[in-house]
């Protein structure tokens, strides 16, 4: 059932599975004493993008040396950040491009992507919107370029040293 080949055990048959059903606590550890990566998973032999644990406990999606304690592929989006494939993260209801919302890198920038809105809350209140190009604070649905919604200040410049230049409500 079982083959060993420089120090690798896989089973002798191709396509045959290694699986295990059980009730205890834990169903597998792997401890890893050496300096070596704890886990690699390839989709194919010699895989150059594979998922990786290493010693430390960093997850590694698509790289071999995770840097952080997640840390994703180092390659960079070619397009807009309009195909699946280019994203880093990517969050979606449906599968669809009408319904996700990526992020990933374009030329060395911080790339968001998305076919609807993007807002910031805290404690239930919308903070900022990014609306079609438009900018709004305190608002859902900003009417201009910036817009923002208060009853008190809305925009106040001020210098580097804390004096007000200009005040506006």
């Given at each position: 059932?079982?083959?060993?080949?420089?120090?690798?055990?896989?089973?002798?048959?191709?396509?045959?599975?290694?699986?295990?059903?059980?009730?205890?606590?834990?169903?597998m550890t792997l401890?890893?004493?050496?300096?070596?990566?704890?886990?690699?998973?390839?989709?194919?032999?010699?895989?150059?993008?594979?998922?990786?644990?290493?010693?430390?406990?960093?997850?590694?999606?698509?790289?071999?040396?995770?840097?952080?304690?997640?840390?994703?592929?180092?390659?960079?989006?070619?397009?807009?950040?309009?195909?699946?494939?280019?994203?880093?993260?990517?969050?979606?209801?449906?599968?669809?491009?009408?319904?996700?919302?990526?992020?990933?890198?374009?030329?060395?920038?911080?790339?968001?992507?998305?076919?609807?809105?993007?807002?910031?809350?805290?404690?239930?209140?919308?903070?900022?919107?990014?609306?079609?190009?438009?900018l709004g604070i305190?608002?859902?649905?900003?009417?201009?370029?910036?817009e923002s919604l208060?009853?008190?200040?809305?925009?106040?410049?001020?210098?580097?040293?804390?004096?007000?230049?200009?005040?506006?409500?």
């Amino acid at each position: 059932y079982w083959s060993k080949s420089a120090g690798n055990l896989y089973p002798t048959t191709l396509n045959d599975t290694i699986s295990a059903t059980t009730s205890a606590a834990v169903a597998m550890t792997l401890t890893q004493t050496g300096a070596f990566n704890a886990l690699l998973v390839e989709d194919q032999a010699s895989d150059t993008t594979p998922f990786v644990i290493d010693q430390s406990g960093n997850v590694g999606i698509g790289n071999t040396t995770p840097q952080g304690k997640l840390s994703f592929a180092n390659d960079t989006a070619t397009g807009g950040l309009d195909n699946f494939s280019e994203y880093k993260v990517l969050l979606y209801s449906t599968g669809t491009a009408n319904t996700s919302y990526g992020m990933g890198v374009r030329s060395a920038t911080m790339a968001f992507n998305s076919n609807h809105d993007y807002q910031f809350d805290t404690n239930g209140a919308t903070l900022i919107t990014f609306d079609d190009g438009s900018l709004g604070i305190a608002t859902t649905t900003p009417d201009a370029k910036i817009e923002s919604l208060s009853t008190t200040e809305q925009l106040r410049l001020t210098y580097a040293d804390g004096t007000t230049y200009s005040s506006h409500t």
